[in-house]
T-cell receptor
């Protein structure tokens, strides 16, 4: 699989590989965290969320990991497919509001 | 898009003119939000609403006002549009305080 240690704006992944997208958040008091996927010309689409009292949550082909010690969030996508090409945003939530990261553009190579 | 529509979807206007964007939901969700999205900035919260007639400012509220006279509609107004307000505007709704569902966006160009 391919991964980024620190947040990078772009990630190129071979189809079928696993990919890891990283995000650093700023507020240690945030209650929950969400990953969104945004395809060109569309609004962000919810992928998966995790509450601050958890460190891992799995969905369909996706896993989110939360490391509160270093304020780090990651999204793992298993067996990356062409339809996974998009911009991925992490968001931290507190008091009914979300704060978004700058996003990572994932490109899947055939 | 989870029962959310935005209108207009595209608008071109001139500096100094008033502009109103509309967000309409059919989900009866309590919370509604307006964001702007610009290259390199992700999504930034402009204003949000936690009920009819209950609104509050987000991180980039200067130059914008909102109104929510009924549950299903949340209006964003630019009283006097400036070129710096050229952006893509997204509305979002939420039943609780967690997951937000986004509309399709409005692309606004201020000349």
């Amino acid at each position: 699989g391919e991964s980024v240690g620190l947040h990078l704006p772009t990630l190129s992944v071979q189809e079928g590989d696993n990919s890891i997208i990283n995000c650093a958040y700023s507020n240690s008091a945030s209650d929950y965290f969400i990953w969104y996927k945004q395809e060109s010309g569309k609004g962000p689409q919810f992928i998966i969320d995790i509450r601050s009292n958890m460190d891992k949550r799995q969905g369909q082909r996706v896993t989110v990991l939360l490391n509160k010690t270093v304020k780090h969030l990651s999204l793992q996508i298993a067996a990356t497919q062409p339809g996974d090409s998009a911009v991925y945003f992490c968001a931290e939530g507190n008091d009914y509001k979300l704060s978004f990261g700058a996003g990572t553009t994932v490109t899947v190579r055939a | 898009d989870a029962g959310i529509t935005q209108s207009p979807r595209h608008k071109v206007t001139e500096t100094g003119t008033p502009v109103t964007l509309r967000c309409h939901q059919t989900e009866n969700h309590r919370y509604m939000y307006w964001y702007r999205q610009d290259p390199g900035h992700g999504l930034r919260l402009i204003h949000y609403s936690y009920g009819v007639k209950d609104t509050d400012k987000g991180e980039v509220s200067d130059g914008y006002s909102v109104s929510r006279s009924k549950t299903e509609d949340f209006l964003l107004t630019l009283e006097s549009a400036t070129s710096s307000q050229t952006s893509v505007y997204f509305c979002a709704i939420s039943l609780t305080s967690n997951e937000q569902f986004f509309g399709p966006g409005t692309r606004l160009t201020v000349l």
